[in-house]
């Protein structure tokens, strides 16, 4: 047995064309018999020509036998031509002849393998054609069954999916937290509670490098900050993006402008601190030193020392956000100062001078610098200090009077108008009780507010409420403040006297008249509150911007005149 290749090699050869598709089935069926190639093509045996070698015929690779097996390219010349010399001459048309030339006729194109092959296995009727044009191939090769997934593949995929879910999720999550809003909610809240906290959201402007520890020699290390968002929109601290977090992920910082300190200090041998730390001691009468990359903040500078067997000390207080100029020039001043924090502390610069008496202070021949501060300030235990307003020692003169006030301090004249207001609010009850209209301008929680009541309690026991005899009336008269204490940055305990009198009229069952009129010492709680009636000049009064809270312990008789007979 031949392989078709050869087979179909040798048939080209032998009858000097190609086989037609029926002649290559015949072929296949004689197992590629080389020896009946001849017979197949109908060339008697002897012979090498045959009529057949020029007839027109169907290549082999279109396994087409329709097509190349009609005569019909011949003409009719070559026709007569075969049928003198081919044993079939002169016989009729064979179906399947007739079948191609009615499929050519129609379709204009020779049939294919499959319509031929669907043609012969319905034995060529010409009424057919159409269903052989439109036919599917007789047979397909069957398609590879699919391979089931292995369960270690199936969990891998599991994985996978799992994995991307996690890093979509993740994706979700880390585009939040590291967003600009909230990147600047998490520093400020560190800044505000630790400032080395905070040093590891900032970074120089700059150089873009995170802050170390070792760049901030001079730092006030107790330096308290309280940073709004607004702080982050500054001139020398901003929001600023410095490049990825894990190469995915804005890295937003907050970018820390350095700033630098001129010091110049006009005497020659004087110690050079800043923030209590010693930097240098002064070689000359025009000495400077420049401080560079300087974190912005709060910085004492003070310059000490003994001249001329006198002891000099000069300071000044700088908050620096931009490059600044100290001037540490001595000059020695004498003034008066006056405030209303009585027994508040006086400062220069970051030093404490000396402490008021009856809120006045006499300075003499103080050391200072032109860029020195002046002010007032009062402590209290676990709160927050009462600072006076500040002024320049560059504006004030040998000689001068200073009055350096705080806003807030109650004084003792504003004190007795309101405790004076708030004994009207109880008269009015006194005489209708009904509760006052407005109580809320002097007694914070208006009627519930504890002075009110203990004040109301008496009228309302010495009237409505008398067990053996009611007063007809009760006023109250000469109140007098006679001490203000500060308590706090706006609270104040205020001691008072005040007049009761008890007037009790004649009538059938007591055979008597006259008042009973007693002098009350007491003390009140009032704190500042700040008041919007500033703008209404017609209804302000000085007392508006305080509100009494409660009374201070209880009040003490101090005298009683009985005039009831």
Do not use: C
Not at 280 to 287: C, G, L, M, N, R
Not at 291 to 297: E, N, T
Not at 467 to 473: C, F, P
């Amino acid at each position: 047995m031949a392989s078709k290749e050869k087979w179909v090699e040798l048939f080209e050869k032998v009858i000097g064309r190609k086989p037609t598709a029926q002649e290559f089935l015949e072929g296949k069926k004689a197992d590629f018999d080389l020896k009946d190639i001849k017979k197949i093509a109908h060339v008697p045996l002897g012979t090498a020509e045959s009529s057949e070698i020029n007839s027109p015929a169907v290549p082999v690779e279109n396994l087409n036998e329709a097509g190349k097996a009609s005569a019909e390219s011949e003409g009719e010349g070559t026709e007569k031509v075969h049928a003198s010399k081919s044993p079939a001459a002169g016989a009729k048309k064979l179906p399947k002849q007739l079948w191609v030339q009615a499929f050519e006729k129609q379709f204009g194109r020779k049939p294919t393998p499959d319509e031929f092959l669907f043609a012969k296995s319905q034995h060529f009727d010409v009424a057919k054609i159409s269903q052989s044009a439109e036919t599917k191939p007789i047979s397909q090769p069957a398609k590879p069954a699919e391979k089931s997934w292995s369960k270690g593949k199936k969990m891998l995929a599991a994985l996978m999916i799992l994995l991307l879910l996690a890093l979509g999720a993740g994706y979700i999550y880390g585009n939040q937290y590291f967003s600009r809003e909230a990147v600047a909610e998490r520093y400020l809240k560190a800044a505000n509670h630790s400032f080395t906290k905070a040093l590891a959201f900032e970074v120089w402007s700059d150089t873009e490098k995170p802050i170390k520890k070792s760049e901030l020699t001079y730092r006030n290390s107790e330096e308290n900050r309280t940073l709004k968002m607004d702080d982050l929109m500054s001139d020398y601290r901003q929001l600023k993006n410095v490049g990825r977090k894990f190469l995915v992920f804005p890295d937003w910082r907050v970018a820390v402008k350095p700033v630098s300190a001129t010091v110049s200090v006009n005497t020659k041998g004087l110690e050079l601190f800043v923030n209590h730390k010693r930097i240098a001691k002064t070689d000359s009468d025009s000495y400077t030193k420049t401080l560079s990359r300087l974190y912005p903040g709060t910085y004492n500078f003070l310059a000490k020392g003994v001249i001329s067997g006198q002891k000099l000390e000069v300071s000044s207080e700088e908050t620096i956000t931009n490059n600044v100029k100290v001037n540490l020039n001595v000059k020695y001043l004498s003034f008066q100062v006056n405030s209303n924090l009585t027994d508040g502390d006086l400062y220069v610069g970051s030093r404490k001078i000396g402490k008021l008496h009856d809120g006045k202070y006499k300075v003499s021949k103080l050391a200072v610098t032109d860029a020195s501060k002046i002010y007032v300030q009062k402590s209290f235990p676990g709160k927050s200090p009462l600072k006076s307003e500040t002024q320049s020692i560059e504006d004030i003169y040998d000689g001068d009077t200073v009055t350096l006030d705080a806003d807030g301090v109650l004084d003792r004249d504003t004190a007795d108008s309101l405790i004076t207001e708030a004994y009207r609010k109880m008269s009015s009850y006194a005489s209708s009780q009904t509760t006052p209209d407005d109580l809320d301008d002097v007694f914070t929680g208006g009627n519930n507010n504890k002075f009110y009541q203990d004040v109301k309690n008496t009228i309302d026991t010495n009237t409505t409420g008398a067990k053996n005899r009611s007063a007809d009336s009760i006023t109250f008269s000469d109140v007098d403040v006679t001490k203000v204490t500060q308590t706090g940055p706006t609270t104040f305990s205020v001691e008072f006297t005040v007049i009761y009198d008890f007037y009790y009229g004649y009538n059938s069952e007591h055979d008597s008249s006259g008042d009973i009129i007693q002098k009350l010492s007491w003390s009140a709680l009032v704190e500042y509150v700040g008041d919007d009636k500033k703008d209404d000049s017609y209804s302000y009064s000085t007392y508006d911007d305080y509100r009494i809270t409660s009374g201070n312990g209880k009040s003490s008789v101090l005298s009683t005149k009985n005039t009831v007979d």
